[in-house]
């Protein structure tokens, strides 16, 4: 089996930056299958490198500001992010491209894919989604399950 690693990132502290560790929280109350792993990566930034060593797919959640209704969200490779013509970035000090980009320089090459949700608030001091993002989080939720072939893994 593929080892699949779900990377949450994103900073709980200024609302919906953090909606990437809300969805890896929850998909951690999942029945997922055992090459499925659920990391909340917060805002390590570089210091999430080790994890894409000798992992097959590494699916990466996280708060994109991009020019659209908030809640909206986007599943890019690395290389459709960065083919973007708007401005498109993680809300982190370093970005997923940085992070990709220097994984691939320590000489891993997981497939990459990347889950990303327009903010409303990305900014103010709150442990809260804002309604529009918290109701993209089960949407986001099945379409990572579905990447990962776990349809039906959410228990109640």
């Known amino acids: ?4 690693l779900i990377l949450g990132v994103g900073n709980v502290l200024l609302a919906d930056e953090g909606v990437g560790v809300h969805v ?8 997922l299958p055992a090459h499925v792993e659920v990391i ?3 805002t390590g930034g570089l210091d999430l490198l080790p994890y894409f060593r000798d992992t ?3 699916i ?11 809640g909206a969200i986007y599943r890019l490779s690395p290389d459709q992010l960065s083919a973007c013509t708007q401005p498109i970035v993680s809300l982190h000090q370093v970005s997923m491209i940085d992070l990709i980009g220097n994984a691939r320089l320590l000489g891993f090459h997981p497939e990459i ?3 990303g949700i327009v903010p409303k608030d990305a900014v103010s001091c709150s ?3 804002t ?3 918290e109701r993209a989080v089960p949407r986001v939720i099945q379409m990572v399950l579905n990447e990962v072939g776990a349809e039906q893994a959410l228990a109640g």
Do not use: K, N, S
């Open 131 to 133: 309604p529009e993002v």
């Open 1 to 4: 089996m593929t080892h699949v």
């Open 24 to 31: 890896a929280r929850r998909l951690m109350q999942a029945h």
């Open 113 to 115: 894919t990347i889950f």
């Open 60 to 70: 990466i959640v996280d708060a994109l500001e991009f020019e659209d209704e908030p």
């Open 40 to 42: 909340d990566g917060g």
């Open 56 to 58: 097959e797919h590494v």
């Open 127 to 129: 442990l809260e989604l």
